[in-house]
């Protein structure tokens, strides 16, 4: 089975020409290129490489579709044009049928679906890669989705991944620059987020503390959150609220309910900066797809979350890095985001700073030319994580994750309000953010968060000091009985040199009688 998947991968590569990507990645190796070059047909195919290498992903099947996916967030690795074209890749996987759907949610929440369900749906209302949703209804008249996993998905999955491990150790010993792109690393992050959605329990957990943080005042209206039933989830069955919501780039009917385009574009902005900064927890695959405008009559023109498996998480110095690379950015202050980045050590220590200065003002001064409408971070993000690869800028997996988002939250954006400025939107936040930060209110936050710890430690404060002075009257033993060790250690190796001469000559004069 291994050698036959093996063979079907390298019959698609074939297929859509794929060679030329492996012949242009090793311009070291002048055999290896003529002999792949053999195989090749030039000229044959008029679509560009980044569209024939997602026409292969997607007929190999979900998983190396998923692949496409996560590699289209490494701008650091893969060729720009690839990235954005990879950025497409869309599942499209037939339903499993509603009988092993029934048994699958039979056999892991222990019960039959009549007893667990007053009203299950057998056709399902959507069907991805690794699990479909259907709609059913609980016995206390909750609507609500069950998202069942996909049969023999862990199988499947093992299996590819096992093969493109072994391609992942090809392309580290084959191309020249194969240890700084790291392939086996790539993989293993890809194999954590596959595993990570094959567990509906942790998606349904991201879920939850997604609820919970948007429940906090103040933000209640900004996104609505499903509720999970946890008696009806498990790691392959994860129910939740159902919402009713018309999909965010339906603009025709969102218009037609009379939503405030422009305000939801906003705000669109503001939920994603405030997941960043003030949680450090964000929905990392805003896509289309997974955002709703609701319909409900409680919550009308409010956003909605859908497909929790894959969010990203920042810890505060990550937080403030990307406040200060922001702002630095926001100033034209290149200079600040060089030193960011050395300060950070994500590049080597011996990078000259000037050098790092210009190359990152060769990147952005020229989208300040641009009506700020026209500006994309996102993709000036993009371009950045290309230039890191002249300074083996070693990119953090969680800030490429951010990176994707970054660009899904601004595509939606512009769709909505194509003369949104998400510069203006952004800045007064960042600005706000910072100055809690280090301003007063940020000093006493601090102290208030310390105080816990500090409370803890008083009282034990005077044990200690008392310990460390009894201490003090016991240090001349301890000299004397390190000093008695040092002497003890000191004969100890003369024995060991006069038995190990007397081997030596014992051995000698051994020898000489033999002979």
Same mark, same amino acid.
């Given at each position: ?33 003529? +002999? ?67 048994? @699958? ?16 749906? $057998? ?33 499947? @999955? ?13 392309? %580290? ?5 194969? $240890?700084?792109? *790291? ?28 609820? *919970? ?32 919501? @018309? ?39 805003? %896509? ?28 505060? &110095?990550?937080?403030?890095? #990307? ?6 950015? &926001? ?45 994309? #971070? ?24 951010? =990176?994707?988002?970054l660009l899904n939250v601004e595509g939606m954006g512009r769709q909505l309000d194509p003369d949104l400025d998400l510069w203006q939107t952004a800045?007064? &936040? ?10 007063? =209110? ?69 020898? +000489?009688?033999? *002979?």
């Amino acid at each position: 089975m291994f050698r036959f998947r093996a063979f079907i991968i390298l019959f698609v590569m074939y297929k859509y020409g794929l060679e030329e990507l492996l012949i242009d990645a090793i311009p070291q190796r002048p055999l290896l290129r003529r +002999i792949i070059s053999l195989f090749g047909r030039k000229s044959k195919y008029k679509e560009p490489r980044g569209v024939r290498l997602r026409l292969a992903l997607e007929s190999l099947g979900p998983i190396y579709v998923k692949f496409g996916q996560v590699l289209s967030t490494r701008p650091d690795i893969v060729p720009l044009d690839i990235a954005e074209e990879l950025v497409a890749l869309q599942d499209r996987v037939p339903p499993f049928s509603s009988e092993e759907a029934v048994a @699958i949610v039979e056999k892991s929440l222990r019960k039959p679906i009549a007893q667990l369900f007053a009203r299950f749906e $057998r056709e399902p209302i959507a069907s991805a890669s690794v699990a479909q949703v259907h709609r059913a209804e609980t016995h206390d008249a909750k609507q609500v989705a069950v998202k069942i996993l996909r049969p023999g998905i862990i199988k499947t @999955i093992e299996s590819d991944l096992a093969l493109m491990r072994s391609a992942a150790a090809v392309v %580290h010993w084959l191309l020249p620059d194969g $240890r700084r792109l *790291r392939p086996k690393e790539v993989v293993a992050e890809f194999d954590k987020y596959l595993h990570d959605e094959l567990d509906l329990q942790i998606e349904a957990s991201n879920c939850s503390q997604l609820r *919970r943080n948007f429940e906090l005042e103040g933000r209640e209206k900004l996104l609505k959150v499903p509720e999970v039933y946890w008696p009806l989830t498990s790691s392959q069955v994860f129910t939740m609220e159902w919402i009713e919501g @018309i999909p965010i780039n339906q603009m025709a009917q969102l218009q037609a309910q009379g939503v405030d385009i422009k305000k939801l574009a906003r705000e669109g902005v503001e939920i994603f900066f405030t997941q960043v900064f003030d949680d450090g927890f964000f929905h990392a695959d805003m %896509h289309p797809g997974n955002i709703l405008v609701t319909q409900d009559i409680d919550a009308r023109g409010r956003y909605a979350a859908l497909d929790f498996g894959i969010v990203g998480t920042l810890s505060e &110095f990550d937080k403030n890095y #990307l406040a200060q690379n922001f702002l630095a950015f &926001f100033q034209r202050d290149y200079r600040r985001v060089a030193q960011l980045h050395i300060e950070s050590a994500w590049v080597p220590p011996e990078t000259r700073e000037e050098e790092l200065e210009a190359a990152v003002r060769a990147v952005c001064e020229p989208y300040f030319d641009l009506p700020l409408s026209e500006i994309s #971070l996102g993709a000036v993000l993009m371009r950045l994580f290309q230039t890191s690869k002249r300074f083996n800028v070693e990119i953090q997996p969680q800030l490429v994750l951010l =990176q994707k988002t970054l660009l899904n939250v601004e595509g939606m954006g512009r769709q909505l309000d194509p003369d949104l400025d998400l510069w203006q939107t952004a800045k007064p &936040f960042l600005e706000r953010w910072m100055y809690q930060r280090v301003g007063p =209110q940020g000093v006493l936050q601090k102290l208030k968060k310390e105080s816990v710890h500090w409370a803890q430690l008083l009282p034990e404060v005077p044990r200690l000091v008392h310990t460390a002075l009894s201490e003090q009257g016991n240090l001349p033993k301890i000299a004397a009985e390190l000093k008695a060790l040092r002497r003890s250690q000191k004969n100890n190796r003369f024995l060991l040199y006069v038995m190990a001469i007397s081997q030596l000559v014992i051995a000698v004069l051994a020898v +000489i009688y033999w *002979r």
